[in-house]
């Protein structure tokens, strides 16, 4: 009899939850049962409250448990885990989760399907179809179908890729180089990590195809190092190309090169900033560097650059494979395509949720989310990451779409989504934006990196209650200040989160103790 | 954490596995962290010879980034995110329990643990997370929080 497949997510969250401890005891529950089982490592669904979520395949079926914990597997396998036997933690046939099946998944297709790992599996599943498709058609045709399917760089800025890349195929030089953007640093954001850890060779073959289009032969991924375990996939699954010739010299005969570095980041925000990305990967202190020039005309040791996220870069294969049209055929106005939405902090359900734009936040935070995880009433939301504003209630139903969210001075940045409830204190939060910037700030410019202390010293006199109208005023001018004149969006959007404060939540630097008024 | 004296021959090899490449100076540096626990003058000193570049610009990139320590951590590095996700999860309310459990402030060290702060872990959805000697742990409680720790003690 076939070893029967068993399969335990090797992504962070999920070990953080426990995951391994899980995987140890199947296998040696199984061993004690003398079940042959087959034991595969996967990416996460991005169904991150369910973790670990555990399969088992039967009948070609896949059956899941959720919230499994190590001293639930001996119970689940007297209840006949292996032939998908009932028991307080099974869940269903996966494709049938709610939360799952009601997504867009185009970018993330293959996360949790698969074996991250397994060239194999990957290759079962579409991989290094779309490079395939990307030689047959030829760089003009890529860059054309990217323009068309309207995909904009999902790190936060929402720059057009299509645009960037025809940039960098025009520019003149022997030498050009893809830099995957992977320093995820926003709280409430991990779909980079979800992608890499669990379709890694999914991003690869992503640059694989920039580069064919715009003639680089070399390409970056500029990770951060608080994402161990993605380091050591990523490392796997480069070496993987390596030995079977999907990266290296003239890849299966196609007369194209390409090879990737894989480059750790050192623990400062500022560096998922681009032009300070490009610093650090030359080696130097991530200092954000004047533009023009743009990194894609002058990026990474002076030579022509694309620049683009995890996201962003892994989700062209699917637009060589099913067109740029069927992409852009979803979504609203000016943002096409789908994003990865993660819902975090205060919340019943968090976990990524990929869906086309249009949606708000209310379906997301409701629908998908079931509400706070205390069970309070959501008080604040705090959209792409801790340069993005406090969203109060009120406007939840606000459609995600780059341009709507600019309209109520917000943004959608890389779809982080965190939740707070009423017992959050709103004033604390403005001050934490500030602390956070000058912990953060790389200190090229004066408005940022004084800007930011004077900003937290100025929100404690207000708590304290002293001055408070002065100083309110004196607020909101440092806050034009930092917009207006700071180099790069570390200090030019800080200001977001504590205008949005200011805006709606006033009273909550009213009630501190010692007020005067 | 594995925290070594710096050994200039072992320094010289990882230098040497990157092939001496002063583009490759932050990546060098993580090689020290890992094997030595911290970046000391010493080693500033034969960056700056091996790479050709001056002590001050070596010293520049080290003090530049949080990971790189210039003094010895202690026996295990506890990390706590401070961001937003975590916060909303209460966050600031496991600090203050982590400095009364350890005896440590944040930013500080003794002999046996480094407490230190992190902005994101990337572990959003299982809020508040932590990290202990580079593994992370997620839906920390401060129930929790104590049975991590008196594991990785007791593993050590």
């Known amino acids: 009899m076939a070893a029967t497949k068993v399969y335990v997510p090797r992504e962070t969250a999920a070990i953080s939850v426990g995951a391994d401890d899980v995987a140890i005891e199947i296998a040696r529950q199984a061993k004690k049962s003398g079940d042959s089982i087959e034991l595969i490592r996967n990416g996460s669904w991005g169904a991150t409250w369910l973790e670990p979520l555990v399969e088992v395949l039967v009948d070609d079926e896949r059956i899941a448990y959720g919230n499994v914990a190590a001293h639930d597997v001996a119970e689940m396998f007297t209840s006949g885990f292996l032939t998908g036997g009932d028991h307080a933690r099974r869940l269903g046939p996966t494709i049938e989760i709610p939360y799952l099946i009601n997504q867009d998944r185009w970018t993330f297709w293959r996360c949790g399907l698969i074996e991250s790992l397994s060239l194999g599996d990957f290759q079962q599943h579409a991989g290094f179809k779309a490079i395939g498709r990307a030689f047959e058609m030829g760089a003009d045709a890529?860059?054309?179908a990217?323009?068309?399917?309207?995909?904009?760089?999902?790190?936060?800025?929402?720059?057009?890729?299509?645009?960037?890349?025809?940039?960098?195929a025009d520019a003149t030089g022997d030498q050009k180089y893809i830099a995957c953007n992977a320093d995820e640093g926003d709280s409430g954001t991990f779909s980079d990590r979800i992608l890499m850890e669990g379709d890694p060779l999914g991003l690869i073959e992503g640059m694989m195809i920039a580069g064919f289009a715009v003639g680089a032969n070399r390409g970056y991924i500029y990770l951060r190092s608080e994402y161990p375990l993605t380091h050591s996939i990523l490392t796997r699954a480069i070496a993987t190309a390596r030995e079977s010739g999907w990266l290296g010299e003239n890849i299966q005969d196609s007369g194209f090169d390409f090879d990737v570095?894989?480059?750790l980041g050192a623990g400062s925000y500022v560096c998922g900033e681009e032009t300070a990305m490009l610093e650090s990967l030359e080696g130097k202190a991530g200092i954000v560097r004047y533009k023009p020039p743009l990194p894609a005309i002058s990026g990474l040791f002076g030579k022509p650059t694309v620049v683009n996220?995890?996201?962003?870069?892994?989700s062209v294969p699917n637009i060589m494979n099913l067109g740029g049209e069927k992409y852009a055929s979803f979504g609203v106005n000016r943002s096409t395509g789908t994003l990865a939405f993660q819902l975090a902090g205060n919340i019943k359900r968090g976990g990524l949720v990929e869906k086309a734009f249009g949606i708000t936040l209310r379906e997301l935070i409701q629908d998908w989310g079931d509400g706070t995880a205390s069970g309070r009433p959501v008080k604040a939301v705090q959209v792409g990451?801790?340069?993005?504003?406090?969203?109060?209630e009120e406007q939840l139903d606000t459609p995600l779409d780059y341009e709507a969210f600019i309209e109520i001075g917000a943004m959608v940045g890389h779809g982080g989504i965190v939740v707070f409830d009423d017992t959050a204190d709103m004033a604390q939060q403005a001050r934490f934006a500030m602390e956070f910037c000058a912990v953060e700030s790389c200190g090229k410019c004066t408005p940022c990196?004084?800007?930011?202390?004077?900003?937290?010293?100025?929100?404690?006199?207000?708590v304290e209650g002293i001055e408070r109208e002065d100083n309110y005023d004196l607020l909101v001018e440092l806050c034009d200040t930092m917009e207006d004149a700071s180099l790069c969006a570390m200090g030019g959007m800080t200001p977001f989160p504590v205008r949005s404060v200011l805006k709606y939540f006033a009273e909550d630097f009213s009630s501190a103790v010692g007020a005067d008024e | 954490m594995t925290t070594k004296a710096f050994d200039k021959q072992a320094a010289t090899e990882i230098i040497a596995s990157f092939e001496s490449r002063a583009e490759m100076l932050v990546q060098i540096l993580h090689g020290f962290i890992s094997r030595f626990g911290w970046i000391s003058e010493d080693a500033i000193r034969l960056l700056a010879t091996k790479l050709n570049l001056s002590r001050a610009e070596v010293h520049g990139v080290v003090s530049?980034?949080?990971d790189f320590r210039t003094s010895p951590p202690g026996k295990h590095v506890i990390k706590i995110c401070q961001a937003e996700a975590c916060q909303a999860m209460g966050s600031r309310e496991l600090s203050t329990h982590?400095?009364?459990?350890?005896?440590?402030?944040l930013h500080s060290s003794n002999e046996n643990v480094t407490l230190e702060p992190v902005y994101c872990l990337g572990n959003c959805a299982c809020s508040p997370a932590i990290m202990v000697d580079g593994k992370t742990y997620g839906r920390v409680s401060a129930d929790r929080f104590d049975d991590i720790v008196a594991a990785v003690g007791e593993s050590s």
Not at chain 1, 385 to 392: S, V
Not at chain 1, 449 to 459: A, C, Q
Not at chain 2, 98 to 105: F, P, R, S, T
């Open chain 1, 385 to 392: 990451g801790p340069l993005g504003a406090y969203i109060p």
């Open chain 2, 98 to 105: 982590a400095e009364a459990a350890l005896g440590v402030d």
């Open chain 2, 64 to 66: 530049y980034y949080h």
């Open chain 1, 449 to 462: 990196r004084i800007g930011s202390t004077r900003g937290v010293e100025v929100i404690d006199r207000m």
């Open chain 1, 309 to 314: 996220n995890v996201v962003t870069l892994a």
């Open chain 1, 142 to 144: 890529v860059i054309e």
């Open chain 1, 146 to 168: 990217v323009k068309t399917s309207g995909l904009r760089g999902r790190g936060g800025a929402g720059f057009p890729a299509g645009i960037k890349w025809q940039t960098v």
């Open chain 1, 261 to 263: 570095e894989l480059h």
